[in-house]
Nanobody, 118 residues
């Protein structure tokens, strides 16, 4: 079982930055791949980025590539999403997620709201 708690959301002007955090706990945590997803009002939940705890595998959605950076701190068991040059279309609830390799995303946090004003 993996437990995830997000924090760091808020209101920011377009062009600004935010850093989201995802505190993780649970057994076999190091075996899991960590990811961020987002869901805008009236839309489906979309993939944003993922990383392995070893840090040697990062992957981003095209919409955030070059603006967002995912990273992990093994000692703190925390995954971060640094979001720069934010746009109004980045407004969404951001969710942290975890999965085992080659499996579906099985664990989800409660989400944190990010609002970007124009």
């Amino acid at each position: 079982q993996v437990h995830l708690v997000e924090s760091g959301g808020g209101l920011v002007q377009a062009g600004g930055s935010l850093r989201l955090s995802c505190a993780a706990s649970g057994d076999t945590l190091s075996s899991h791949i960590m990811g961020w997803f987002r869901q805008a009002p009236g839309k489906e939940r979309d993939f944003v980025a993922r990383i392995s705890w070893s840090g040697d595998s990062e992957y981003y959605a095209d919409s955030v590539k070059g603006r967002f950076t995912i990273s992990g701190d093994n000692a703190k068991k925390t995954v971060y999403l640094q979001m720069n040059r934010l746009r109004p279309e980045d407004t969404a609830i951001y969710y942290c997620a975890a999965r085992l390799p080659y499996r579906a995303w099985s664990y989800w946090g409660q989400g944190t709201q990010v609002t970007v004003s124009s």
